[in-house]
């Protein structure tokens, strides 16, 4: 990858997504992840529930099967003959059968191709693969929801900054209120700290607003001048609304506006992210053009966020002024220069406590779905 975007001295190369894929090729990689331990267990993730449903039901289906077809036996065995209407049903159970086991292939099959489709499409652009990734240590908003997380499809660029594609899935709830959350992220390492900074797309909202799953205090809302506030709410730490606007200045609220309307925005520590309820990382090249020049947009302007600083550091700086001030410290020639040593007056790289995370706030949807909760389990329990 280069400042351009990803992979900037190897040209952009989707062919590999979509090119005819040899089966023997296909085997070898994935005996190849497996040697490497870089694949998880197949009964692991999405894949893995998709496989114990599939198991279930051609459990059910085998007893079904035997039943139906002892009773076929025992029909003919009394009647003494043998029709095709009594051989219809077997057949139908043997198309069925056919179903369940091309359905088991496809998944096994089909996960093959795709990871080996986007190892070659990665490679192709000076990139790297990773199949699967439990629990990502990332601080994004995403990251800290629910239980059995995990990353997979992992599309990681290096330069000239670590930049990671994926697809993202956590649960919450338990049993039957079980729910399964998708995501897709982009995550990008930025140069120095900032404050946390949330851009809501407003084109990927629903009918009761927002799609994140958290919510922020509403007078931690800014807004920016222009067309700015039609694609985004932006959200930052109060006390840092001239940050955001020493951030967020024409020409990079243009770049958020023309490539990445549709997508949430989040800056947390030294990360960029960018989400979307869908897959992200997957086989369609016209995604992945989005994405690279999305990125490339970005990265061109990341340069002038690398020179902020938090005043409110300020105190560390003086205390290195003082510090300094022991003696002389700068000599040249023998003599002594003033200049030489003067420390660095500006604050260090960092965020004060105040500006490292957004004030969340309890939605009103939620806490509106907990009492039509309690009052249904009230009314099933009482009636």
């Not at 499409?121 to 990251?143: C, H, K, Q, W």
């Amino acid at each position: 990858m280069s400042g351009a975007g990803p992979a900037a001295s190897v040209s952009f190369d989707a062919r590999p997504l979509i090119e005819p894929a040899r089966p023997a090729d296909i085997r070898a990689f994935t005996a190849r992840l497996r040697a490497e331990g870089r694949l998880a267990s197949p009964f692991s993730g999405s894949r893995g529930v998709q496989l114990v449903v599939l198991i279930v039901v051609a459990g059910i289906f085998a007893l079904v099967f035997l039943s139906v077809f002892g009773t076929i036996l025992t029909m003919l065995a009394a009647s003494g003959s043998f029709g095709w209407l009594t051989v219809l049903p077997v057949l139908a159970m043997l198309a069925v059968g056919g179903g369940i086991a091309w359905i088991g292939v496809r998944i096994f099959t089909g996960s093959r191709e795709r990871w080996y489709r986007l190892a070659r499409f990665a490679e192709a652009n000076a990139m790297s693969y990773v199949p699967t990734l439990a629990d990502p240590r990332l601080p994004g908003m995403i990251f800290s929801q629910g239980h059995s997380r995990a990353a997979n499809d992992l599309v990681r660029g290096e330069h000239p900054r670590f930049v990671e594609f994926a697809n993202y899935r956590y649960v919450t709830g338990s049993g039957k209120n079980q729910s399964t959350h998708k995501w897709g992220y982009v995550a990008i390492k930025l140069d120095v700290p900032l404050p946390h900074i949330l851009l809501d797309a407003v084109g990927n909202n629903g009918l009761f607003g927002s799609n994140l799953p958290t919510s922020f205090d509403r007078d931690q809302r800014l807004s920016l001048e222009g067309d700015f506030d039609k694609y985004f709410s932006l959200f930052c730490p109060r006390g840092y609304e001239r940050d955001a606007l020493y951030l967020f200045t024409p020409d990079i609220m243009a770049r958020f506006i023309d490539n990445a309307a549709q997508l949430d925005v989040e800056i947390v520590d030294d990360w960029l992210f960018l989400y979307a309820k869908r897959d992200l990382s997957t086989l369609d090249p016209a995604t992945w053009a989005w994405l690279f020049a999305t990125v490339g947009a970005l990265l061109e302007k990341f340069a002038q966020w690398s020179r902020w600083r938090d005043d409110r550091l300020v105190s560390d700086a003086s205390a290195r002024v003082m510090g300094a001030a022991g003696g002389p410290t700068g000599t040249t020639g023998g003599v002594f220069d003033p200049f030489a040593a003067a420390p660095d007056l500006r604050p260090p790289p960092g965020v004060a406590p105040e500006g490292r995370r957004l004030k969340s706030r309890v939605s009103v949807l939620g806490i509106v779905a907990v009492v039509l909760f309690v009052v249904i389990w009230a009314v099933s329990i009482f009636l």
